[in-house]
């Protein structure tokens, strides 16, 4: 059984300008220990997908669908009270991490505190649980470490800071939005080589969410690709390299340099994701898809199952 499923997750944004359609019916699932990585340009609704499980989205949100966690299914407005309950355990790391940090206290003291109060440790056993946490993402000397102010330690370090604090409130489900962005790519492979250990080591299943197609058919088990708020594609990490088929996989994985034969022309993708302001009713990618149909611009093609990965297109490779 999936450890967690999004069932027509729906999310808008009412504004003076107009309501932004964010996220259109996204269904997904992640396994036990599995990683699940999430792919699209900026705009295509992996982040207020992901922020929408945590309860993230704030007041102006209007959020729908199902969410079932462990066998137990609620409506996307019940995840705050769910999460704190304790009934859906699930931690997220930011993509800044700096900016995920309190500039004047001590990253120990920040890891503590979800120790102390998310999980009732006293102050003693709250500062052992700190080192130790810190040790266990690859951070050496963490009995000094502990007392460093987030400006004292380089980029990836906090990266690793904010991995603990994530770690510390024992989650099953850990969503990672962006994680490695900004950090070189020394850091980069050594953040998913922790977190695949994590996983490893620990059962804990990871949504990674990344605009680096590459990166994550490298790392994750499973990718969904999403474009103008819907899921286009899903299939294993495999699967996508080797025969995706949908136009916009395709169409990523064609802009990666390492994909094209040597000094040969990029290829692009015209035209950019718009912004839904009304409800969509046709194919989201018909504007700048190549093997656009009238059925496409008239109709929103259903996310099938295929094989043994899922798709959205009237006409795919």
Known sequence: MSLMSIDNLRVRFPSAAGTVFAVNGVSLSIEPGEILGIVGESGSGKSVTCQSLMGLLGPRARASGRVTYDGRSVEIGEIVALRRAGGFPAAMIFQDAVAGLNPIR??????????????????AEAGRRT??????????????RVKAYPHQLSGGMNQRVTIAMALAAEPRLL????????????????????????????????????????????????????????????????????APRHPY??????????????????EEI???IAIQGAEPTACGFAPRCARVTDLCRREIPPLMAEGAGR?????PH
């Open 175 to 242: 969503i990672a939005d962006e994680p490695t962005t900004a950090l070189d790519v020394t850091v980069q492979a050594q953040i998913c080589a922790l977190l695949r250990r994590l996983v490893d080591e620990t059962g804990v299943s990871v949504i990674f969410i990344s605009h680096d197609l590459d990166l994550v058919t490298e790392f994750c088990d499973r990718v969904a690709v999403m474009y103008a708020g819907a899921v286009a594609e899903v299939g294993t990490s495999r699967q996508l390299k080797e």
């Open 249 to 266: 996989t395709r169409a990523l994985f064609a802009a990666i340099p390492g994909h094209r034969p040597a000094f040969s022309t990029l």
């Open 131 to 144: 080192v130790a946490g810190l040790a266990a993402v690859g951070i050496r000397d963490p009995e000094q």
């Open 311 to 315: 798709l959205a297109c009237f006409n």
């Open 106 to 123: 001590t990253v120990g003291s920040q890891i503590a505190e979800v120790f102390r109060y998310g999980r009732g440790l006293s102050p």
């Open 270 to 272: 015209p035209g950019e």
